[in-house]
């Protein structure tokens, strides 16, 4: 058995190209990670070359949910939350299929929250500058401004509000209410920050390289942005008016 008290999260759509090679990647690391694919019904067989995996090498780690259609990021992971905390899971990650997300980089986000205290740590593009790889210019500026404006209209003073490389404590996912998160694409991610922020949980940056996709098709689009572009405004005005929980110590 390869025990593990941690889970890594990874939504897929179509991502045949890189899901195996990832997996591998993960399980190679010298802490064990178990992985939790939720694939939204890809067309081109990538929950079937999970399923392939865990039937011929990795049944006791690797694990898949498999839903209808593209139900939207923020469903995704809020599902995956809560398969782990059904399980005794401590630590729980969020990741990109298509190694954007270093996987070397899983132990250093590990490491902040299990020996360094904190209970959310983010792998950040823009702590320490602006570390993005082959991203065109126009994406750079709308992602690194994205994260200014949340900065500016909520005083959250997290750097990258919009990254999708994060590990959460277990009683960050227990405290925060999974089923009043209620957004999908980038303000999904800024909402669940903001949320444990406003709670009282201490929020580690870990500077990290963030590497444009290099196989398979990017899933952002333009209604993304404008969600996340309103939905801030909505988190700012939960600011002042919404009474948040308080901390879980289960």
């Known amino acids: 058995m390869h025990e593990s008290d941690s889970i890594v999260i990874i939504p897929t759509y179509n991502e045949k190209?890189?899901?195996?090679?990832?997996i591998r990647a993960i399980f190679a690391l010298p802490k064990c990670f178990h992985i939790l694919v939720?694939?939204?019904g890809s067309p081109d067989g990538t929950a079937a070359i999970v399923h392939g995996l865990m039937m011929t090498e990795f049944c006791d780690r690797l694990f898949i949910l498999e839903r209808s259609g593209k139900l939207g990021l923020g469903t995704a992971y809020i599902a995956g939350f809560k398969w782990a905390l059904e399980r005794?899971?401590?630590y729980i990650f969020e990741m990109d299929a298509d190694f954007s997300h270093d996987p070397n980089d899983l132990p250093r986000l590990y490491h902040e929250c299990h020996d360094n205290g904190y209970d959310l740590s983010i792998g950040s593009r823009y702590v320490s500058g602006v570390n993005v790889v082959n991203w065109p210019v126009g994406r750079v500026l709308m992602s690194y401004f994205a994260s200014k404006y949340v900065r500016c209209v909520t005083g959250f003073l997290v750097h990258d509000t919009t990254a999708g490389f994060v590990c959460y404590k277990r009683r960050v996912l227990q405290t925060i209410e999974l089923?009043?998160?209620?957004f999908k694409g980038y303000a999904f991610q800024i909402e669940m920050k903001y949320t444990a922020y406003k709670i009282g949980f201490k929020i580690k940056e870990v500077s990290v390289i963030f590497v444009n996709r290099r196989e398979g098709t990017s899933k952002m689009s333009g209604g993304i942005f404008g969600e996340a572009f309103f939905g801030v405004m909505k988190l700012r005005w939960d600011g002042w008016t919404r009474?948040?929980?308080?901390i879980s110590e289960k």
Do not use: L
Request: hydrophobic share 20%.
């Open 38 to 40: 939720i694939d939204d």
């Open 88 to 90: 005794t899971y401590e």
């Open 17 to 22: 190209e890189n899901i195996e090679k990832i």
């Open 179 to 182: 089923d009043k998160i209620r």
């Open 243 to 246: 009474q948040y929980p308080k």
